[in-house]
């Protein structure tokens, strides 16, 4: 009987921890980002690329808006189109001067969110992992704001 529950326990340990692993990989930087960054709060998520010249204009107002919402249960995250990782990807994101967290691994998957041909485009998800808003072409840090208070009002 002793074993029997040692098992169980070791069984429901695993499992409890397992669960705390929901991490969102590494930034631009290689600094682990933790689920708590992301999960249960609203989140604008931008795709972006070098390449791109309208990302290139939409930075600064993204870099604006995530100083907006500092101490908000608000985040703004990039994740580059092109899947470049490591010094590449830091490299990318000081050249186009992104001062909001770049997510190395894409949550596409996590969120259900469609794959763009067009950039850039930017996500709006709830705090409960919703989509609620795909925004293509360049977006201002006032406009984003005024559509994330209108989503926030409905909810």
Known sequence: MTRRLAAALAILGALLLGGCGNDYGVDQNGHKVAAERLDQQWLVLNYWAEWCGPCRTE???LNLLAEQLKGK???VFGVNFDNVQGEELKSASEKLGIAFTVLAQDPADLFELPRSEALPVT???DD???VREQLMGEQTAAGLMAKLEALQAKN
Do not use: C, H, L, R
């Open 128 to 130: 409960k992992g919703k």
């Open 73 to 75: 249960k608000i985040g």
């Open 59 to 61: 930075i600064p107002e």
């Open 123 to 125: 996500y709006i998800i």
